[in-house]
Structures are given as C-alpha cells and as structure tokens.
C-alpha cells in the first residue's frame, strides 16, 4: 500500500478511518470552499488552473475526467478549454462537494472515488486531479485505475502543492496556510469545522510523500513520460501519458 502520507492521528485514530472522517469534513464544510479558496490564492487560483492544464496538453475536443472535482474549480477551467466538442466528467467522493458545485451546462458530476472510478476502460483523454491526491488511500490504487480509465496516448495532469525543501520558506508557507489561512476561514466561513479543514490541509502537504515518491508510483502503474514542473517553488504539476498500443 502506498497511501500518499502517515494517518494524522490529531483528526483521526486509525488510516482505515480517514476517508469517512474527511469526506464528512468536506461535506460539512464545501458551501464555504470556493469563498476560504479564493483568499487563500489571493484570485490567482482560476488563471493557474487554466494554464496548467494548458501545459498538461488538454486541447480541444477532448474527453476530460477531472478526478476529485469538489466545487468544480478545475472542472470549469476545463470546460472553457475543451470547448462545445468536448466533454467533461467529474467525479468527487463527497456529495456535499457535488451539491455546492458549479460547472457549465453539460458537465456530468459523478459521487465516486479515485480507486473505483465510475467509468469505462478507456472513457477519457485526459484525466486531471486538483488538490486531491494527498486526500486518496493508495496511490499505486488510484494510479492503475487512471490507467485504466484513460485511452491509449491519453494524458495525465496532477496538480498539487508541495512543502518548500528550505527550511525558512517551508516556515513562511507554513505559518500562512496553517496561521493566517484558519483565521481567515474563521472569519469569513459559515460553517465552524471551515477553519480544521485549512488546518488539516498544510497538515497533508507537509506530511505528504516527495515528488520522487510520487513519480516512481505513476511510472509503476505503467506510465510513460512522467515529469514535474514547479511554479513557484510549491506548485506541482505532475504529467504523464498513457502509451499508444
């Protein structure tokens, strides 16, 4: 089992509990999600996502299945990129997530999780996954089953934030996400658990495996091509192609 990081036994006892205990969190908490993620990325958040799926190679007229679609905060950047001859699916574990969700017309959301994904053997052309890859239980699980899921020659995009290896950044990123960012959600969320959900999420980055990690497990599930660019010195973006036969 490769899960993604240690259990963090301050929000749950055991690993077996983790996924029920943080899709209850999310489902408290998704009304309040796009509002804590703006100010979290100071607006900045919509234009990234775009741009990253733009180098992840995502044209139009793809299939795309964004994996972990929450809100749909990667979903519609998606949508706008794939065009009316295009098609995006969104599949998120948490259907209080699926609720608060707002996609353009012709998005299909689907309740499911990365390692069972509610589709068929080679239904997309490119999978993304925003933010979400630190939440699933075995990366070599949900790998395969992206594998699976995506047609010969498609693509694969993963974004995700990693802790700074300096000791001083890792320190000012830290006391923003796990300081600031809390009381922020604080004071603007309506539901109480808004500020444990910023918590939990530095508490995950700083946790997570390292993008060594990461690669050697998309390259297992029989990837090719895997690689990662960095922006900022935080922002992953892990891509990868599944080989034409």
Same mark, same amino acid.
């Given at each position: 089992?490769r899960?993604?990081?240690?259990?963090? $036994?301050n929000?749950?006892?055991h690993?077996?509990?983790?996924?029920?205990?943080?899709?209850?969190?999310? *489902?408290?908490?998704?009304?309040?999600?796009?509002? +804590?993620?703006? +100010?979290?990325?100071?607006? @900045?958040?919509s234009?990234?996502?775009? $741009?990253?799926l733009?180098?992840? %190679?995502?044209?139009?007229?793809?299939?795309?299945?964004d994996?972990? +679609?929450?809100?749909?905060?990667?979903?519609?950047?998606?949508?706008?990129?794939?065009?009316?001859? =295009?098609h995006?699916?969104?599949?998120?574990? @948490?259907?209080?997530?699926?609720?608060?969700?707002? +996609?353009?017309? %012709?998005?299909k959301?689907?309740? %499911?999780?990365?390692?069972?994904?509610?589709?068929?053997?080679?239904?997309?052309?490119?999978? @993304?996954? #925003?933010?979400?890859?630190?939440?699933?239980? *075995?990366?070599?699980?949900?790998?395969?089953?992206?594998?699976?899921?995506?047609?010969? =020659?498609?693509?694969?995009?993963?974004?995700e934030?990693?802790?700074p290896?300096?000791?001083?950044?890792?320190?000012?990123?830290?006391?923003?996400?796990?300081g600031?960012?809390?009381?922020?959600?604080?004071?603007?969320?309506?539901?109480?658990?808004?500020?444990?959900?910023?918590?939990?999420?530095? *508490?995950?980055?700083e946790?997570?495996?390292?993008?060594?990690?990461?690669?050697?497990?998309?390259?297992?599930?029989?990837?090719?091509?895997v690689?990662?660019?960095?922006s900022l #010195?935080?922002? @992953?973006?892990y %891509?990868?192609?599944?080989?034409?036969?």
């Open positions: 089992m899960a993604p990081h240690p259990p963090l $036994k929000y749950y006892a690993e077996a509990d983790r996924g029920e205990w943080l899709r209850h969190l999310f *489902d408290r908490t998704a009304g309040d999600y796009d509002r +804590v993620e703006r +100010v979290m990325a100071w607006g @900045s958040g234009w990234y996502r775009r $741009k990253a733009l180098r992840g %190679g995502l044209m139009p007229g793809m299939r795309i299945l994996v972990g +679609v929450g809100t749909g905060l990667l979903a519609r950047e998606a949508a706008c990129l794939v065009g009316t001859s =295009g995006v699916t969104g599949v998120d574990p @948490s259907a209080g997530m699926l609720e608060s969700a707002v +996609v353009p017309v %012709g998005v959301l689907l309740l %499911g999780r990365a390692e069972a994904l509610p589709l068929s053997a080679g239904a997309a052309d490119f999978i @993304s996954m #925003g933010y979400a890859l630190r939440h699933v239980a *075995d990366l070599s699980v949900v790998f395969r089953e992206f594998m699976r899921v995506l047609a010969p =020659g498609g693509r694969l995009c993963i974004l934030i990693t802790a290896a300096g000791r001083a950044r890792r320190a000012v990123l830290k006391a923003y996400m796990r600031v960012v809390p009381v922020v959600a604080r004071c603007i969320a309506r539901h109480r658990d808004a500020p444990e959900l910023m918590r939990y999420y530095w *508490d995950t980055i946790a997570c495996a390292s993008p060594s990690f990461i690669m050697a497990a998309i390259a297992d599930a029989g990837f090719v091509d690689r990662r660019t960095v #010195g935080i922002f @992953s973006e %891509g990868a192609r599944k080989a034409d036969p």
